[in-house]
């Protein structure tokens, strides 16, 4: 648990390796290994569109898109065929 006086501290250095692990283009690296990691990815992405709903910078977000898209985080990915 973190202490109150270095909870943001201690979380944005795990926050942002979690994005740049999102923004990565090789999929081994963005998929997870275990169901309890693509759940806690779906519950972090969640709680992130819910934290900038409240603070007003997103009015309203679609939860189903959104799940949507974390869901397709999982999918492998489409062969791609030189022609």
Known sequence: MNM???RFQNTV???RDCLENL???DPED???NTDDERRARRE???DA???MQELGVDDVFDTHAILRLVDALDQEPAEEFDD
């Open 4 to 6: 109150s006086y270095c």
């Open 23 to 25: 923004r990565s283009l």
């Open 49 to 51: 569109a819910t934290m």
């Open 30 to 32: 963005r998929h997870p």
């Open 13 to 15: 250095t795990d926050f």
């Open 44 to 46: 972090l992405i969640m």
